[in-house]
């Protein structure tokens, strides 16, 4: 079944435009869209193979092609979804950038990503457990390295005297844990839009470790 | 079909066992501890009345005497949880309490009911969209109202000069998102056990509300 048309969100295939720069085709980035847009709306497992490839203007057989099976596709975009948000963590060195400005940018990049990121984000973190298990290790690791790299950042604020946390550990899950949140409740259109969210959660990081309330509160 | 034996998880069940005093039979409330389990592995709609009802020890036909659909059965269990997280933030009002500790203790016990409520919590909290549209009202109620108890106690510190958030929904929605994710990475026999990781959150929550780091931080 050839189609000329797609049924994919067009806001969910230009989020992921971006994202998608490193896959190797424009029909396997197609089967991407396709697949997370049925993925967040009817689950993993009520999703098949033929609706994925329907949804991206193309036979199963041309689906093959690009990706041996389901899982395939979802792993794709799961570890596409876990390198995106890991990125907004390894911010560059700004040498005139104090790590109190850094942490807040890092807080507000990584809630910000998950607010823009949805539905992507959404199945990236609820279907993880539909992957096989090998699979399941590779986004475990990168999952790991995240929470690594928050820590990495708490520790150098401890180490600079700015950061007071009763425990590096929870402090840096904790703030992980309230921007991932973000892909659960957040949609566009509600009381508060993504940057403003990201900019408020990124004060209430600072002060879970410890920081005074910010005095240049935006208005 | 009869069994003699469910293949129900006891943990799940014996978790449950507090929460399903309220519902009407013990068949529903095996129904209910059988759909959880299977929901939370395979998700609900790979999830057939026949695997429900197989797995709780009776026939489709006896299910359908306690619930119409496994739309209703899903409804059922969402909501006992819904109520019961929400139970966590109503708390008595004790006179000799600050409210200090009484925020701590609240945020400590909805951490906690989460940690230790997965895979209901977890249930409850991610298959809300295969809900109809008038269950999906009905939990929203609870949601805003939960969110509305908490901005509540946030404001009565905020008036008694002791909270200092920036922005008072921002806190409550941060600080329950924080204690809600813990359904998405918790897992018993990790490096925190539930006890200690609520008693951390409780800690980041009151530093997000202003409040000085703890002096008695518990060994």
């Known amino acids: 079944m050839m189609r000329d048309d ?51 203007g193309m036979s199963p057989a041309a689906m093959y092609i690009h990706y041996s099976s389901k899982e395939a596709i979802l792993f794709a975009a799961t570890r596409i979804a876990h390198d995106a948000a890991q990125a907004t963590i390894t911010r560059p060195v700004l040498p005139t950038e104090s790590i109190e400005e850094r942490v ?40 790991r390295r995240t929470e690594t790299l928050m820590r990495t950042e708490i520790e150098a604020g401890v180490r600079a005297g700015v950061f007071h946390p009763r425990d590096v550990g929870s402090a840096a899950r904790a703030i992980l844990s309230m921007g991932i949140d973000v892909v659960r409740w957040f949609r566009p259109g509600g009381r508060m839009g993504a940057a403003e969210l990201a900019d408020q959660y990124a004060e209430l990081a600072l002060r879970m470790l410890g920081v005074p309330p910010s005095t240049d509160a935006p208005a």
Chains 1, 2 share one sequence.
């Open 104 to 143: 807040r940018a890092i807080v507000r990049d990584f809630t910000r990503w998950h607010a823009d990121g949805a539905p992507l984000a959404r199945v990236a973190q609820y279907q993880r457990e539909a992957l096989s298990v090998e699979h399941q290790a590779v986004i475990a690791a990168i999952r």
């Open 6 to 56: 797609t049924t994919t969100d067009p806001a969910v295939g230009e989020f992921m435009g971006g994202l998608l720069s490193g896959v190797s085709s424009e029909a396997a980035r197609r089967l991407i869209v396709a697949a997370v847009e049925a993925f967040a709306e009817r689950g993993y497992y009520a999703t098949t193979t033929r609706d994925i490839s329907a949804a991206a």
